[in-house]
């Protein structure tokens, strides 16, 4: 009896293409560069704000730091806040608190986008509803014991892709262990504060 043997072709990886309205193969090329060259993984962001009138303020942000270099936006993005009627504003644009849900929701959205083309999953479609808490009797001075800020913050995210439903929950737990704001909210960040008078 003789033994007859086939020789089969390595498996060939499939080209990254882009996918979810994320440009995959720069999404690699960016981690491999930094990986090369940790440097490159130093980033600062900034805004400067100026108030118009009330609680009502306009934050611009023309550009940041990155990849080594200043960057400039395509074009100067910028925001306004107020508070709504009730908390004496003008209700102009949304609030300081609800920007920072906002933050949240855009950040998370954003990892499960580029982590499922990374991965090869096709999104139909991602949904979220994030709600936060507060007591403004901190805010208010009527309490020394109540936090100025959230006291809890819920995200729920309704996902549609070519995966199934397990692979779809890894997506966004890998969003939420590499989202920058989620860390932020979750484990703090020094700030300082100073004022030119």
Request: with cysteine; hydrophobic share 45%.
């Amino acid at each position: 009896m003789s033994a007859t043997t086939l020789e089969m072709p390595a498996p060939t990886k499939r080209p990254r293409v882009p996918m979810n309205g994320v440009d995959t193969p720069k999404l690699f090329a960016t981690i491999a560069a930094v990986a090369d060259q940790r440097s490159l993984a130093q980033f600062q962001f900034r805004a400067t704000g100026e108030w118009i009138a009330g609680t009502h303020m306009r934050s611009t942000m023309p550009g940041f730091y990155g990849a080594g270099g200043e960057m400039l936006h395509k074009a100067a993005h910028i925001a306004e806040a107020d508070h709504p009627s009730v908390l004496c504003g003008e209700d102009a644009a949304p609030t300081p608190v609800e920007y920072l849900l906002h933050a949240l929701a855009a950040c998370l959205t954003a990892g499960i986008a580029n982590i499922a083309a990374a991965r090869g999953v096709a999104l139909q479609s991602v949904d979220c509803s994030i709600e936060g808490d507060i007591d403004l009797q901190g805010i208010l001075g009527l309490s020394d014991t109540v936090r100025n800020g959230f006291q809890g913050i819920r995200a729920r995210f309704q996902l549609k892709g070519d995966a199934p439903a397990e692979m779809l929950r890894k997506i966004v737990d890998q969003a939420v262990a590499r989202s920058a704001v989620f860390d932020v909210l979750t484990n703090g960040v020094p700030v300082t504060v100073t004022a030119e008078c």
